[in-house]
């Protein structure tokens, strides 16, 4: 580490000395970063890559009608009402409504989908996380162990105490030791064929519905995301709304802070399930959820300031062999870029390094080049009526963040008003007993 601050700090005091200014004539090349233009805006949710008045017109009315059916989609279950034939198959459980059962913290969560709309085709990119699967998974796992080891215990009870005892019966008798063994064996298949079937009788009665019931759910789950099961129904449905044929872009995520529609949704049905409320507290809660990646391992500027600062492609003529740091590189002396220069900086290399160990995997290189993939900054903000219960105060205003949402790249003002690429914005409304509230959020990348 030390010999790579000494050589920036020598490589930075000899291009300090480079002018900045250089006419034309002496230019060679732009070799610049390039900036990175990212391939959609998030101001907007729906995009058409046709013209048609009567599909415009409609958008928004179809935007608001899919969402609601999506959702209501996702939290589909079983009924279990009184005069229904499912109810022996998920017994027991209570009924639960649907409006309760929306803001069940263990449920798919979805976002708010992005439409794309071409003549004849629509193609529909959700990102949803299966907190269902998780719990009933876990539930199913429970039950099983407590299925197996109940039975084991019963089985180990059973063999000790009645049929080890079985062979102290013949003692008194003058048969042979085979015939004794015989014997014992027939007894003992006899009484565990009986007995053991009358255990697992009763045992099915009290525990065996449980399972069934948590891999009904399990599956009920599964298939929500099948194409061949219920995504057909669905598109059947939606069809008939638009007209055109359906494709599904179902993204699962393994957390929350990966999208701000489900953070933010997420923490206002939290909020609103809280008996005990201090909404200071829980947005501190929310904001303690979010881990920053480590530095080492996320994609930063680094040396590239060198590229961004100088545009001359003759910068290597003014580090002469002798004076340079990088002498001992043949092979980067020989260009006239800085290519090179700016790939040892980056990499660390040592005076060993060569073009074939530069070279890296292609697949790496194009993930690396991708922006926003990582978290930089989340800011949350809060209005409405969040204080204690049977309170007629004030609504509150409240917010907090945690790291930043400036933009740390190349500054490309393409998009129409004040948007930024690589913040993601949403806000999530709901009721509480006191009055209704709404979560603003921004999530920014890097």
């Known amino acids: 580490m030390k010999t790579n601050i000494t050589l920036r700090r020598k490589l930075h005091l000899i291009l300090s000395k480079v002018p900045q200014k250089i006419t034309l004539n002496n230019k060679i090349a732009d070799i610049r970063k390039t900036k990175y233009l990212p391939s959609f805006s998030e101001e907007w949710k729906d995009t058409i890559y046709s013209y048609n008045k009567n599909t415009i017109k409609n958008i928004p009315s179809h935007h608001l009608n899919i969402h609601k059916i999506i959702q209501s989609y996702f939290y589909l279950y079983f009924s279990n009402k009184k005069n229904n034939n499912n109810k022996r198959f998920i017994y027991p459980g209570k009924y639960i409504t649907m409006k309760r059962r929306r803001n069940l913290l263990r449920k798919i969560y979805v976002s708010n989908p992005d439409f794309q709309f071409t003549n004849n ?26 299925i197996q080891n109940y039975l084991m215990q019963r089985y180990l009870f059973l063999y000790k105490n009645n049929i080890i005892n079985l062979y102290n019966v013949f003692e008194g008798t003058n ?13 003992k298949k006899f009484i565990l064929k009986k007995v053991w079937s009358r255990i697992i009788k009763i045992f099915i009665k009290r525990n065996l519905i449980f399972l069934r019931k948590y891999e009904l759910l399990f599956s009920l789950n599964q298939l929500k995301f099948n194409k061949l099961n219920l995504i057909n129904k669905l598109s059947l449905l939606l069809n008939k709304i638009l007209e055109k044929k359906i494709e599904y872009n179902i993204i699962n995520l393994k957390s929350i802070i990966f999208n701000s529609d489900l953070f933010h949704s997420s923490s206002s049905f939290e909020i609103k399930k809280r008996k005990s409320f201090n909404y200071k507290k829980n947005i501190l809660i929310y904001l303690g959820r979010v881990n920053f990646p480590d530095s080492h391992l996320t994609h930063s500027e680094g040396g590239n300031y060198i590229l961004n600062k100088y545009k001359d492609g003759k910068i290597l003529s003014y580090l002469s062999p002798r004076t340079s740091a990088w002498a001992k590189l043949e092979s980067i002396n020989n260009h006239k870029n800085l290519d090179n220069l700016i790939v040892c900086t980056q990499t660390h290399c040592n005076s060993h390094t060569t073009e074939n160990n530069i070279n890296k995997n292609i697949n790496k290189e194009i993930f690396n080049l991708i922006k926003y993939k990582n978290i930089e900054g989340i800011k949350i903000e809060n209005n409405g009526r969040l204080n204690k219960c049977y309170r007629a105060d004030r609504s509150v205003h409240y917010r907090k963040w945690k790291g930043g949402l400036q933009k740390t790249s190349l500054h490309s003002t393409l998009f129409r008003g004040n948007v930024n690429p690589n913040i993601s914005y949403s806000i999530a409304n709901n009721t509480r007993r006191v009055g209704s509230f709404a979560i603003k959020g921004w999530i920014s990348g890097k």
């Open 121 to 146: 085709k629509a193609i529909f990119t959700l990102f949803t996380l299966n907190r269902e699967r998780n719990y009933l998974f876990l539930k199913n796992v429970k039950v099983n162990k407590k």
């Open 175 to 187: 048969f042979s030791l085979l015939s004794k063994l015989k014997l014992w064996n027939k007894i």
